[in-house]
C-alpha cells in the first residue's frame, strides 16, 4: 500500500513537472559552475591536463521513481594547439517512465588575448536519446491491456549540437551559451533550445580566505531562470556556499535554496550540495541530494 501511494506522488510531481518543464529540460544541478561543458562547450578550461568530473544528483529522495540524474564531464587541454578536447555524457531520469540521456564530443579553441585575458569558443555535436516506458505509469496491479496508456515503450534519437563563448582572467569569468539548437520547444524525447549567460568572480579576503560571488540566467522559450549565490574558500581548498535558484518571472512560487561543501587537492575534489524548496511550493518533496566527484590527472 505504502509503495502505491509512493508511485502515485511520483506520478503526480512528475505531472506537475511536466507543466513547468519548459524551466528544467536541462540538467539543474548546484556545482555547476566546477565544470561548464556540458551547457558550455568554451568552459573546458586550459589547464594542461586531464579533467574528470561526475554528479550524482537525486531529486525527492524517499519517493519511489523520484528524479534522477547522473552527469561526466571529461576534458584534456593540448597547449601547442590551444585547443580543449572532451566528452560529456548525462542521464536525466525525468518522471515515471520517462528518461533523457545526452552524448556529446566538445571542441573548444582559447586565444590569449593578452596575459590576462583568454577567450574560448567551443562547439559540441552528439545525440539526445529520450524514452517513454508507459508501463511504468501503471498505479496498481492489473493486466497491461486494461491500462489506457499507449502500451510499448518509445525512444527516439535525435542530433543535438551546443555552441557557447567564455572569458576568464584571474579573477573572474563570463560566458554565453546556446544548446539543443535544433529544437526551438521541448517535447517528451527532446530537450527544448536554451541560452545561458553568467558570470564569476573572485575576491581575496585574506590570506585564508577568498569569496566567489556568481550569478547565472537560463532562457527557455517562455521561462526565464536563474542562480544567485556565492562560496567561500578556505586556504583554497575547502569551500562552503549558499545559492538561490528563483524563477525570474515569478520570485514568490518555486524557488530553491541550495547549500555546498567540498575540498579540493591537486588530485581530486569532493562536493555535497542540499536543495531545498522555498516560496509557494515549499510543501513540495525538498530532500535533494547531490554529490560531486572530480579528478586531476
Known sequence: MKNKYMKLLATLL???FVANIHAQQDLMVSQQIFSRMNINPAGTGNNNRFNAFLIGRLQ???????PKTGLLNFSYYNDPLHSSFGLTVNMDK?????????????????????ENYILSMGLSGGINIGSFDPQENILRDQEPSASKFVKDKT???????NFGVELTSKRWMVGASLTHMLHTEPTTFKKGRHFYI????LFELSEMLDIAPMISYVHQHQINNGEIGAMLFINKTFWGGLTWKPDFGNFSKMSMMSATVGI????FSVGYAYSFNIGEYNNLPSNTHEILLRFHF
Open 14 to 16: 512528475t505531472i506537475f
Open 60 to 66: 525527492w529522495a524517499g519517493v519511489d521513481n523520484s
Open 198 to 201: 553568467y558570470a564569476r568572480t
Open 264 to 267: 579540493d587537492t591537486k588530485r
Open 155 to 161: 525512444t527516439e534519437v535525435s542530433p543535438d549540437f
Open 94 to 114: 525525468i518522471g515515471v517512465g520517462n528518461s533523457q540521456s545526452n552524448i556529446q564530443a566538445v571542441y573548444a579553441y582559447h586565444i590569449d588575448l593578452n
